[in-house]
Structure formats: C-alpha cells, structure tokens
C-alpha cells in the first residue's frame, strides 16, 4: 500500500467570497478516490469568518485575562465569544471548548496570516458543512478535510487534525477483529482523517503559503456519502479518560 | 513539496534475537533522506520485551482493578510494573506515565499480535536507543521513528505517535518567524514526528501484518546526527496546559 501528499501551490491570498474550489481545482487535478486537505484558514477567510479587533470591545474578564500577559484584551475577548466553556486559563493562554465541542488553545482563533494586521480568524461555524459544499463544487468530488493544529495533552508541539470532514470515514474500526494470530485486536480504532490531516501537514509551510494538500492512496476510506463528519471525532466529556 | 509513504511488505512474524535491520532491509530499498518509521511492536519483540503472563504473580492492586472489569489480572500486574504514576484507572482501562515519560493507556502493554496468547508485549526498555540501533544498522542510514498508537483525549480513536526517534527533527519551530504577512506566528512548532508517525499509520493494517513503512520526502527534516529523540517530545507534568 502507498500513499502520495502533494501540495497545493500558487493559491493567491483568499478573502471573503471567494471561490475557494475553483481556486483549489485550477492548481491541481482531482479525483473521487483523493483526499483534499485545507487549512480551515483559508475556509474562514473565504467564509468572512474575520474580525476587526478595532470592531471589539473587550469586556471585563477579557480584560482582566488579557493584562498580566501583555494579550491584546479584543483578541481575548474574541476567544471568549468562540468559547463555550473555559477549561484552563493560563500564562496567557484559554483552553477552551469550542461551540462545535473542539478542545484547542484559544478557540481557534488565529491572529498570524490573518491578512490584515488587526485581524484575527475564527474556525468555520460549521467546519463539516463548509468541508461538505467544498466537496460539492470541487470537480472529481474528492473527500475533503478541514484541519487545525491542535496542542496535546502532555505532548510539545502541535499536530494538524481534522475539524471538519466530508466522504473520508473518520475513523477505521477494528476493534474486535481477529489480529495475525487470531485474536480480538481491543483497542484498534484508529483515526483516520486525523491523520489524513497530520500527513497533509507535513507538505505544508507554517507562513500560509501553502494551505491545501492533496493525499492520493486512500480510496478504501472514501465515501460516496459525506459521512458523520468531524463530530464524530469527539469524545463526549463524561466519557474522557485522558483528560 | 511531495512526500511518499509506502507500506514494507512480507515481513515475517518477528521473535527475540532476529535482525530486525536486516529484515526491512530486504524488504525495500532505504536512502539517507529516508525516514523509516516502525510499530514498536516489532521492535519489542526483536528485544525480547515480551512477558509470558504464566510467569506473573498479580499483586493484591493488580486483582483489585481487574477484577470488577474481568481483566487478567496477570496483565494488570504488567502494566503497573511498568507505569511510573498512574493517572486513572476506569472502565478497565488504566491511563499512566511509563518510565518513559509517555503517557498512554495500559502502559503501552498490548496482548494482541504478540505471537502466542498468554503472552503480552512492552514497549522498548528504551525507544530512542532502539531507533538509533536501527538507523546504525540500516543501509543507506534514514531516519528511524519507533511508534505505538496512542489515544487522545476529547477525540475518539487513536492515532500513532514517535516514541522513540533517530536522525528525524522531532519538532519544526516556526515560533516568532515572520508569517506571510510579516507578523510573528505564535502557535506554529509542528510535531514532525508525531506526523510522520500518523502519516505511516495510513498505509498499515492493523491485524499487524504491515509493522513498518518508508515515509519519502522529509529530506529537509533528516539529519546527520541522531539528535534529542522522542524525549524532546514529553511536556514536562507541570507545564501542562491541556491536561
């Protein structure tokens, strides 16, 4: 078995309302068995999904989390509002959980590559569903994976996984089937679009001129449904033995 | 930017003493800016790090967490001997630091593929050193990442991850560069190991009949030297902000 990722190249800088799978299909040819890769930065941007942090006034907790580290209180105000719970808030930095159920540093909300200087980006508001109408406009209807880089638990660095998903299965079950000698395999349930995603990462640049990849090799996980989506990644919290 | 990443097929099932090296090596062609990434499975059981549960005395502990889950407490045993700390024990399952320092269900013990039922493997008494003696042993010298799959928390499944590493940069630090419009990234130091081992993961099968891969490509992350290993890996408990 083998797998290829190549990266998409030459993609202009992408601002609201743009064309996003045209853009992607006029620098690489894709096919129904292919995975596209796409930072969810340029999804949000295409999707408007920027603020203006001279548009934000910044409420009293954001200022109150912003001062002893020197954060601009907007931004953290920002991170608030993408926030649906809070789960630790130190040295500057939120761990929050997003309103799609993500657990990431700062809800997402990125302030390098924005475009502008005093802007920040925020994820989709519906990464599946913006993986889904990419999907749907792209020639050769490939898979498509929407990702962000995620921090780990007790793990430095950060790893891209995906946030949203259409016709990749998100996760390859194996759990009891038998192994090479024959015995019930326990705990084989294995990731796949997170991943895809990783993988996809590895062809990229962190400056932001290369947003998108293309992962050719996993037909056996594409679908012609679009699938459960990313939320199907989520462990629900009363459920999470990691955390 | 184009990376490859093909499965190494038709090795046989591996035992204590064999030449691991030498058996990859006949299997496919490895060049320096090769990055050879290998479940720690094989790896372990090459070592002879595999336990022969008839020879286990479970402790009182041992019966006392296996017993409500119908565990073999012979198995438990297993696991806390090689567990530094234990961080929860639920539902069967016990989540720990290893001696290593990684953190992961059951201490990385794993029963299945092992080779014979009543036998159950351990990760390498040390990966990193395993992956350099690979990489010391192989023709043409690539990069060797040792992986297991791990599981995470708030997402569901696993996904594999570099436990021990010789010649691969375990993390590209892109913090403070300048990003495509000049302002500095904060978020962007990529776990290049942890990728590659996700990205070798996508061409394996899980019945254990495909313990190793060639990923092509990562040139610009090869390098002469062994360097940190997977250690560079491990966030100290106490600057843990995710759990």
Redo the contacts between chains.
């Keep these: 078995?083998?797998?290829?990722?190549?990266?998409v190249?030459g993609l202009p800088?992408v601002r609201e309302g743009d064309d996003l799978a045209a853009l992607i299909a006029a620098r690489c040819p894709l096919g129904a068995g292919d995975v596209l890769v796409v930072a969810h930065k340029v999804v949000s941007k295409a999707e408007g999904r920027v603020v203006a942090l001279a548009s934000v006034e910044p409420s009293a907790r954001a200022r109150e989390l912003a001062e002893p580290w020197e954060k601009d209180p907007r931004q953290v105000e920002v991170v608030l509002r993408e926030s649906a719970e809070v789960l630790?808030a130190?040295?500057g930095?939120l761990?929050s959980r997003t309103r799609h159920g993500?657990?990431c540093?700062?809800a997402g909300v990125?302030?390098?590559?924005?475009?502008?200087?005093d802007e920040v980006v925020l994820l989709p508001l519906d990464p599946d569903a913006s993986a889904r109408r990419l999907r749907a406009a792209l020639p050769g209807r490939p898979a498509v994976v929407v990702t962000d880089?995620f921090?780990?638990?007790?793990?430095?660095?950060?790893?891209?996984?995906a946030i949203g998903i259409a016709g990749l299965a998100?996760?390859?079950d194996?759990r009891g089937?038998?192994?090479?000698?024959g015995?019930?395999?326990?705990?084989?349930?294995?990731?796949?679009a997170?991943?895809?995603a990783?993988?996809a990462?590895?062809?990229?640049t962190?400056?932001?001129?290369?947003p998108a990849a293309v992962?050719r090799?996993?037909g056996r996980h594409v679908q012609e449904a679009d699938g459960p989506g990313a939320g199907?990644?989520?462990?629900p919290?009363d459920e999470?033995?990691?955390?």
Tied chains: 1, 2.
């Design positions: 078995m083998r797998i290829t990722v190549e990266a190249t800088e630790r130190e040295r930095v761990i993500f657990v540093a700062n990125d302030a390098s590559n924005a475009g502008g200087a880089s921090g780990r638990a007790w793990r430095h660095g950060q790893v891209d996984v998100p996760l390859e194996w089937l038998p192994d090479a000698v015995r019930p395999m326990r705990a084989s349930w294995v990731a796949i997170d991943e895809a990783a993988a990462d590895l062809v990229r962190k400056d932001g001129g290369v992962v090799g996993l199907a990644l989520l462990r919290p999470d033995l990691f955390a």
